[in-house]
């Protein structure tokens, strides 16, 4: 039935993509690009549950705060692990979004989910979106996201492939015809990595350091393939005999050889797709290679080493960082598309 009212807000109300990740949350505005990226981390009194910060104000506070205070992620390997944060990160995220805009509240939203997450997970996602605020929420897989992000063909009769390389998962999947063919996940990505390097520091120099550095690190001298150029950085922490500062001079080699076996797990997964193909879309794949994307895949040399082990063309999308959330804000601009690709919900049976 035609609802005037509806209609009427609805065009004025600014349509949202969402890539609700476990390291950051992105935040698109159809018409407006990308006005929101900042850390997905809230800030909540221990005892009153109050939320104190969110995004990156609550990183800040990330081993710094006092005892009464805890910074946690409400997602984990890319699933909402605290339902309560996760709804009130996103009701800060919308009407963050509304101040800077001046908008109607209650947008359509698109949200990015992993592949092959359960129904009560979509459901979980779906739920909170729609409680912090949305009038409509609708899911797509972050594969398809990040493919129709990297420019991929995902609707066109042809093979495309796509490894998204986020926080806490790396999804690979083979597109056609605006459908998943074959998928992989893995909850192998770049916190699994940072873990690495903090687990490197303490066996080898008997150094505590905190997840952040780790990941400066990662981004510094992480690799994944021999680097032109090795390099040295430095690794400051707690020595957990003395208990006191301390700091080491590493080089990239013992960084790469640190995060070996997190690379291979990548690369494993990204075989194994291959090998599930059909044979006909495996001939596609040879022709338009693979395409990176995600924060992740931003690890020196990881093109390279995919590109060897495939043996087939291995390319970054442009700004990987924000396939996920540029993929969901073009599936806003035609309902068409949206309806091909968005994950359906089952509603009416019993959740898995």
């Excluded at 990015?112 to 009560?120: A, I, Q």
């Excluded at 909850?187 to 550095?213: C, H, M, S």
């Excluded at 997190?262 to 194994?272: C, D, G, K, N, Y």
């Excluded at 599936?331 to 068409?336: D, K, V």
Aim: hydrophobic letters at 45%; charged letters at 20%; a negative charge.
């Amino acid at each position: 039935m035609f609802n005037p009212l509806g209609t009427f807000l609805g065009m004025f109300a600014h349509d949202i993509g969402i890539d609700l990740g476990t390291a950051n949350t992105l935040v698109l505005v159809r018409g407006k690009g990308i006005v929101i990226d900042e850390p997905s981390v809230v800030a909540i009194h221990r005892k009153t549950k109050k939320v104190l910060a969110i995004g990156a104000e609550a990183k800040q506070m990330v081993g710094r705060t006092p005892a009464n205070v805890v910074a946690i992620r409400p997602l984990a390997d890319g699933v909402i692990s605290d339902f309560d944060a996760a709804e009130q990160m996103l009701s800060y995220f919308i009407g963050k979004v509304h101040r800077q805009l001046g908008s109607i509240p209650r947008p359509r939203v698109v949200l990015g989910v992993p592949c092959g997450v359960t129904e009560v997970e979509k459901m979980a996602v779906h739920d909170a979106a729609r409680n912090a605020g949305a009038r409509e929420a609708h899911l797509i897989e972050e594969p398809m996201a990040a493919a129709i992000g990297a420019g991929l063909p995902v609707t066109e009769p042809i093979g495309s492939m796509i490894v998204d390389v986020g926080g806490g998962t790396t999804e690979v999947a083979v597109i056609s015809l605006g459908g998943i063919v074959v998928s992989r996940s893995i909850r192998v990505a770049g916190n699994e990595i940072d873990q690495d390097i903090v687990t490197f520091a303490r066996q080898k120099y008997n150094l505590l350091i905190g997840d952040w550095l780790a990941e400066e690190v990662k981004i510094a001298a992480g690799s994944a393939y021999p680097l032109p150029q090795e390099r040295m950085v430095t690794l400051r922490g707690r020595d957990v005999i003395t208990g006191l500062p301390k700091a080491v001079e590493v080089s990239s080699v013992e960084i790469r050889e640190a995060i070996a076996g997190s690379v291979a797990q990548i690369v494993e997964v990204v075989r194994e797709t291959i090998e599930e193909t059909p044979p006909e879309l495996v001939a596609d794949l040879a022709d338009q290679g693979i395409a990176l994307s995600g924060g992740g895949s931003l690890l020196a040399g990881l093109d390279i080493r995919l590109s060897q082990e495939t043996k087939m063309r291995v390319w970054r999308a442009d700004q990987p960082r924000t396939c996920v959330v540029r993929g969901a804000g073009a599936a806003l601009e035609e309902i068409e598309v949206l309806e091909t690709v968005a994950a359906p919900i089952q509603h009416s049976r019993a959740f898995r």
